[in-house]
T-cell receptor, first 115, second 113 residues
Framework: DTGVSQDPRHKITKRGQNVTFRCDPI?????LYWYRQTLGQGPEFLTY????????KSRLLSDRFSAERPKGSFSTLEIQRTEQGDSAMYLC?????????????FGPGTRLTVL | AQTVTQSQPEMSVQEAETVTLSCTYD???????LFWYKQPPSRQMILVIR??????QNATENRFSVNFQKAAKSFSLKISDSQLGDTAMYFC??????????FGKGTKLSVIP
């Protein structure tokens, strides 16, 4: 399967714990995005990488959130001191800067539940 | 910044019939793209159709077509010959120079046998 993959698919944690999610984009894609989707809402943009550079961060990305893409391939999203409001589906997407219309391909998401 | 509004939280359609999902958007960008994504239950989001804002011709992809009204900032999705596999959440999205996509809240479509 050459699509976007995310790990883990589900994560249950207690309030105050740290969690880390991983995203592996489509191999030839140099752009990578993180979105958050809560129940009944569309995905909301969190952050964007082109290669290893983090070029945009949403105001939604508080200082408890950090994302990295150290070698321009996979990316990690870490949430420190989780809160119940962090419960959501975290989606990763990738695209190629060579694409004319920046079509983004999405992964299956990581569903986070904070107890 | 972009905003995307989908005013129909839920819709249903009989199998083999046609249904239209509505979307309005607002953007200050002159060059932007519009998308419809489909998210089946417990499955990942996939692109259904896209439209470049500079193109006047409406996009079509098999049973899926759009009605793009640029002046009205409207971008509706028409699904013809609806199939059970079309049951899903449908999200309208707008993308511009910042590369991020702005999504609407979605429309839950149920295809009834």
């Amino acid at each position: 399967d050459t699509g976007v993959s995310q790990d883990p698919r589900h994560k249950i944690t207690k309030r105050g714990q740290n969690v880390t999610f991983r995203c592996d984009p489509i191999s030839e894609h140099n752009r990578l995005y993180w979105y958050r989707q809560t129940l009944g809402q569309g995905p909301e943009f969190l952050t964007y990488f082109q290669n290893e550079a983090q070029l945009e961060k949403s105001r939604l990305l508080s200082d408890r959130f950090s994302a990295e893409r150290p070698k321009g391939s996979f990316s990690t999203l870490e949430i420190q001191r989780t809160e119940q409001g962090d419960s959501a589906m975290y989606l990763c997407a990738s695209s190629s800067e060579l694409a004319l219309y920046n079509e983004q391909f999405f992964g299956p998401g990581t569903r986070l539940t904070v107890l | 910044a972009q905003t995307v509004t989908q005013s129909q939280p839920e819709m249903s359609v009989q199998e083999a019939e046609t249904v239209t999902l509505s979307c309005t958007y607002d953007t200050s960008e002159s060059n932007y793209y519009l998308f419809w994504y489909k998210q089946p239950p417990s499955r990942q989001m996939i692109l259904v159709i896209r439209q470049e804002a500079y193109k006047q011709q409406n996009a079509t992809e098999n049973r899926f077509s759009v009605n793009f009204q640029k002046a009205a900032k409207s971008f509706s999705l028409k699904i013809s010959d609806s199939q059970l596999g079309d049951t899903a959440m449908y999200f309208c999205a707008c993308g511009a120079g910042s590369y991020q996509l702005t999504f609407g809240k979605g429309t839950k479509l149920s295809v009834i046998p």
